[in-house]
């Protein structure tokens, strides 16, 4: 009786409790760079991240490098693209920063510095809290946080964004996206007000930090940072979700649920509220992309662009097989040799013939 209640009361409900069921992971984060080579040396060198994949598309006059600390498949990554001829971009005022947990922030600072690092907060206590923090800005002038940390599956750990409505962002991404809180935080004496939201423990995983501004209610965008990428089991029912719930909070569906044609993965991409975009990816497809035609026998994350990466997989894969069937092939000769003596003895004792000399 009460369930029926409910449903009369919120015919949606089923629905809504999908984005909680759902196999949801925060994939990558996109945005755009104007030398690649320059941010791929910056982020190998200074901050200790793997080159993970890189991709050229001519006919779109782009490339794409893939980095972050551990494979794609488990790890959230940044997804860099270069616009042919594009060297500079406007990052605005509203992205805030990507975060990096560390160790130790004042080595990290110093080892940034000499490779030409741009430290724009030396590090020290965060004003109003404990931890150590410094910021330094990457080759295109987006800003990292360093947060000292012990050792954690996953260092690159926040990706920061100042929304308008701090209330209205949690419930959009608590209701379209299914995101936990997971904590607020409040600085009256410094004007603003965060809240970490994601899907896990915010020291084992990557989370959004929102920043609330008091009386800040808008920022502007520029045309530098792009989206992040969250893995879904249904982009279907998943945009039905989004969309009930722009409906509710504000920000619209800009891509509705589909394959991208040519490459065939199924996406949806849609803006919060505050003109943030977000697209939920296939689990399936995703996986796809990565591993290429061949299954992921062996955990290698190739390193030229995709085609020659999977060439060296394909490579990769028939020595694995091959060297496994052979040792395998091995065993079996050695078995049944061993069985053939063994009835051969057994042989010789049953019927008393003695071994000639
Ligand atoms: N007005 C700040 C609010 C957020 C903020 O202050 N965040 C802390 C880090 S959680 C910070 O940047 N603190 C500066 C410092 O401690 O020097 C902004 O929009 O970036």
């Not at 996109?30 to 993970?52: A, H, N, P, Q, S």
């Not at 498949?73 to 990052?91: C, Q």
Request: hydrophobic letters at 35%; glycine letters at 10%.
């Amino acid at each position: 009786m009460a369930e029926e209640a409910a449903k009369a009361m919120e015919p949606n409900a089923d629905l809504l409790e999908w984005p909680k069921k759902d196999k949801r992971r925060l994939l990558h984060a996109v945005y755009r760079v104007g030398d690649l080579e320059r941010t791929i040396k910056f982020y190998t060198e200074g901050f200790g991240m793997k080159l993970l994949r890189q991709r050229d598309i001519p006919e779109e006059k782009y490339s794409n490098a893939f980095l972050g600390f551990g494979p794609e498949e488990s790890n959230f990554v940044v997804e860099l693209t270069y616009n042919y001829g594009v060297t500079s971009y406007d990052i605005g005022t509203g992205f805030g920063h990507f975060a990096i947990a560390t160790e130790d922030v004042y080595k990290l600072v110093e080892k940034l510095r000499a490779i030409g690092g741009n430290i724009t907060r030396e590090p020290g206590p965060v004003k109003g809290g404990a931890s150590i923090i410094a910021f330094v800005k990457d080759p295109d002038g987006y800003t990292f946080e360093l947060i000292q940390r012990r050792p954690t599956p996953e260092p690159l750990c926040q990706v920061m964004l100042r929304v308008g409505d701090l209330d209205r962002s949690i419930k959009f991404y608590e209701k379209a996206l299914g995101m936990k809180l997971l904590r607020k935080i409040d600085r009256p004496e410094h004007k603003y007000t965060l809240a970490m939201i994601g899907y896990d423990d915010e020291y084992k995983t990557i989370v959004l930090e929102l920043t609330y501004n008091y009386g800040v209610t808008e920022y502007t965008k520029g045309n530098a940072y792009a989206q992040v990428a969250i893995g879904t089991d249904d982009v279907y029912k998943s945009g039905e979700v989004v969309n009930l719930v722009t409906q509710e909070l504000g920000g619209k569906i800009t891509r509705q649920p589909g394959p991208v044609p040519g490459i065939n993965t199924k996406i949806t991409s849609f803006l919060d509220p505050d003109g943030w975009k977000t697209v939920l990816v296939d689990n399936e497809d995703f996986l796809k992309e990565l591993h290429g035609f061949l299954p992921p026998l062996v955990p290698f994350q190739p390193c030229a662009n995709d085609h020659a990466g999977n060439s060296v997989q394909a490579g990769l894969w028939v020595g694995v097989t091959g060297l496994t069937c052979g040792l395998w092939g091995g065993r079996l000769i050695g078995r049944l040799g061993w069985l053939t003596c063994e009835l051969a003895s057994w042989f010789v004792s049953w019927t008393g013939m003695e071994a000639p000399p």
